[in-house]
């Protein structure tokens, strides 16, 4: 069993991809997303602007409102069946090749 600190878990990540090189948008609103062979441009409003970015990748982190955020992909993305449950799950392609890895959190 594990336990998170969800504050200090995002202050590390976000700690994390500043140094990687990560520029932070917070709030930002996604309106567009525009898949190429050679990454993703990105159409956002953030402080009422419209910006845009290009990506190597987007993930798409956004929990129930996955199927929101995938009608804003071009080309058009199938949505994804999900069921409402509290949690958190990625899903990564690949299989794991040693070990298991697996973290939950009591009630």
């Keep these: 069993m594990g336990k998170t600190d969800d504050v200090l ?20 609103r996604l309106t567009h997303a525009e898949l190429h062979a050679d990454g993703v441009h990105i159409s956002y409003m953030e402080t009422g602007q419209s910006r845009s970015a290009h990506a190597k990748v987007l ?25 409402l449950v509290q949690g958190t799950h990625l899903i990564f392609p690949g299989e794991l090749t040693r070990g298991i890895y697996y973290v939950e959190r009591p009630a």
Excluded: F, M, Y
């Design 59 to 83: 993930v798409n982190a956004t929990g129930p409102w996955v199927n929101h955020t995938l009608a804003l992909v071009t080309p058009k993305q199938p949505l994804r069946l999900i069921e």
């Design 9 to 28: 878990l995002t202050r590390a990540v976000l700690r994390s991809a500043l140094q990687l090189g990560a520029e932070i948008c917070i709030p930002a």
